[in-house]
Each structure stands twice: as C-alpha cells, then as structure tokens.
C-alpha cells in the first residue's frame, strides 16, 4: 500500500511540473508577441498601408529639358485616406533610337528620390510636384515612372509609364514683330531654318505662338502648328496689352520638341473704327443764339459730339467745343446778327484713341 501510494504522488508530481513548463512557454510566447524582450517595435495602426498612385502624371518639353509633374496621392493602397508620405521615387530607362521601346523593368534606374520635407532637386507646390531632367542625349527615347513612398520609405503604386524623344532644339525664332489693329494683333518673325548646332533643320513641323495678358500665364494661342513665319491673333480685346512669343517646332519621332522663347514683343490693340455720321442736322436761328439739333447717333459707344462752325468767307470750319456735347443739341451763343454760318457735327467714340466720325452734312443759316 506504501508503495503505491508513493508511484501516485510522484504521477500527479509529474503532471504539475508539465503544466508549469507549458504555462512558461505560453508567458515566453506573449513576451516576444509583445516586445517584452529586446527591443520594443512600434504598434502598427490599421490604416498605415502603403500610397496609392501619383495622380496626373505628365511628361513635356520646357526648353532645355524634360519636364515632370504630377500630383501627390490622397489615398493609400486600400482607397482610404493617406496619412503618411514621406517623398516620391522617379525612375528611367533611356533607350538608343527616337522610335525605342517599350524598354524591360530592368532598363530603370533611380533618376530622383525627392523627399517632400527637403525637395532639393524639385519643387514642390502644394499637391503638385515638379522636376527637370536635364540629363538629356539626341536621339534617344526616355522612359519614366514615378511612386511615392511612406516613412519607411516604402515604395507605394508606381505610375504609368510616360516616354518623350529628344533631339537638337531648332534655332530660336527672330526679329519678332506685333503690330497691333481693331481687335487683332499681327504677329511675325524670320523664318527658322537650322537645329542649334548649325546643321539644316529638315524636320521643322511649323511654329507655335504664346501669348499673355499682364501678370497671367502663357497661353498657346494656335490650336494648330503655324506653318507660314505669320499668325493673326483675333481672340483679344481692344485697350488691353498682350506679349507673345513664338518657338519652332521641331518633329522627333512622334513626338515634338520646341526651340527655347523668342525675345518678347507687345502690342496693345485698339478701336480704330469710328462712328457713322451724324445725320439730320438742322440750324434755327433763336433768342440767345443759333440752335442746332441732329439725330442720336445708333453707335452704342459714342460718348459724345464736337460742333463746328464757319462763317461766310472763312475757309476752314473752327472748332467751337473743346469738350464733348453729350446731347444731340447745341446753342451756339456767340453767333452775331447779320451773319451767315456753317455748321457741322462729329461723333466721337469712348476709345482710348476717341475715334471721331466724318462731318455729318453741312447746315447753313443766316442769323
């Protein structure tokens, strides 16, 4: 009976000391599960994911370069709202021939890592972000992409892949001129006949014209390439100045590259038409003086009329009203008795330049 008794105790001995181990195992496990050995890692949050992709992505020519822009994504991997981006990630593959491609994922090398907080070899404007690549070799085919990347620095959804040829720029375009007229402005210039190097260009797709209003941003001003050295710009008001520049353009491959600005001109158009004539005007002799009247003239613009007047024997007519008469009517006080008088009316319109009309018919009186 002893001895059985012993071969129990030591059983339920054995069964414990089992369980302790499996109860420090399970405390080793939570342990490690939470940091609690070595170092502690930071708590991830749920919506911590990766960017999604830039948005608008573009490629374009600006002078000596290509230039990049795109704006910063506002959503993460998942559609929800980002909350951490750190910088973005320009790669580029630069393929032999204008007509080059599609280029291998390999062909990519990091071209910029612009970090937002330091974006030294980019600018950025709110959203928006910018970059040159100046880098640039004639005839070859350059390929981009671009990711933004988290606080990890963690590459999020790239971009699509954009692509521009490159070659020599053609000449700038020369001894531009604007003039302007009623309502339109005529632009010309020299006409561009070699790349920058000096060699013929024989490639020139036409010519394109910018044009700006004060402080506004350039604006192409030709849907279409300009193929003659001349363009009639008449998308612009009167008394208002504009610049214009004008670039050739060259085609490379299917796609176009533009010579760098030509010197700026200004032209400021302005109403050179002016009114019709007066009509109707008639002249009666009355108490304090010579009374005219004519029709309103149906100008919308006229902003008022000039009267004047001969007398028998003078040869030419004299101004009698320095200051515009705003109604069709007048009362010339200073005609004498025992006179006779001539008179005419103008129109003059509300024009920087004040247009005047012809002279409306004469109107003759004895006094």
């Avoid at 970059?131 to 988290?150: C, F, G, I, M, S």
């Avoid at 009114?275 to 309103?296: M, Q, S, T």
């Amino acid at each position: 009976m002893a001895n059985h008794k012993i071969l129990g105790d030591g059983g339920r001995g054995r069964r414990t000391l089992a369980l302790l181990t499996i109860l420090v195992c399970l405390i080793l496990v939570l342990l490690f599960l939470t940091g609690g050995c070595g170092k502690k890692l930071a708590p991830v949050p749920p919506d911590a994911v990766l960017p999604g992709k830039v948005r608008d992505f573009r490629v374009s020519q600006e002078g000596d370069a290509l230039a990049l822009s795109w704006l910063l994504p506002t959503e993460n991997l998942l559609g929800q709202p980002l909350t951490q981006i750190q910088g973005c990630r320009v790669l580029r593959a630069e393929l032999k021939g204008v007509d080059a491609g599609p280029p291998a994922l390999s062909d990519f090398v990091v071209l910029a890592d612009i970090d937002l907080a330091y974006p030294r070899m980019a600018e950025v404007r709110g959203e928006a972000v910018i970059y040159q690549d100046r880098n640039l070799t004639p005839e070859k085919r350059y390929y981009y992409r671009v990711a933004a990347y988290d606080q990890e620095r963690y590459e999020g959804a790239w971009s699509q892949t954009l692509s521009h040829a490159w070659g020599l720029l053609p000449r700038t375009p020369q001894s531009l001129k604007a003039v302007p007229g009623d309502r339109i402005v005529r632009v010309s210039w020299q006409p561009v006949t070699q790349l920058q190097d000096g060699r013929p260009v024989r490639d020139l797709a036409g010519y394109r014209v910018y044009r700006r209003a004060g402080g506004e941003s350039w604006i192409r001003v030709n849907p279409e390439l300009v193929t003659a050295s001349s363009f009639q710009d008449v998308a612009v008001l009167n008394d208002v100045e504009y610049s214009y520049i004008v670039r050739a353009v060259r085609r490379v491959g299917p796609d176009f590259i533009e010579s760098v600005d030509s010197p700026v001109r200004t032209a400021m158009p302005e109403k050179r038409t002016p009114p019709p004539p007066v009509l109707n005007l008639v002249a009666v002799a009355g108490e304090g003086g010579v009374e005219l009247r004519w029709d309103p003239s149906p100008a919308p613009d006229v902003a008022g009329y000039k009267i004047y007047r001969r007398q028998e024997g003078e040869v030419k007519f004299n101004l009698l009203t320095p200051t515009l008469v705003t109604r069709p009517a007048y009362l010339d006080e200073k005609a004498a008795r025992g006179r006779i008088y001539h008179y005419y009316v103008t129109a003059v319109d509300t024009s920087r330049r004040a247009n005047e009309s012809i002279p409306s018919e004469e109107a003759a009186i004895s006094y």
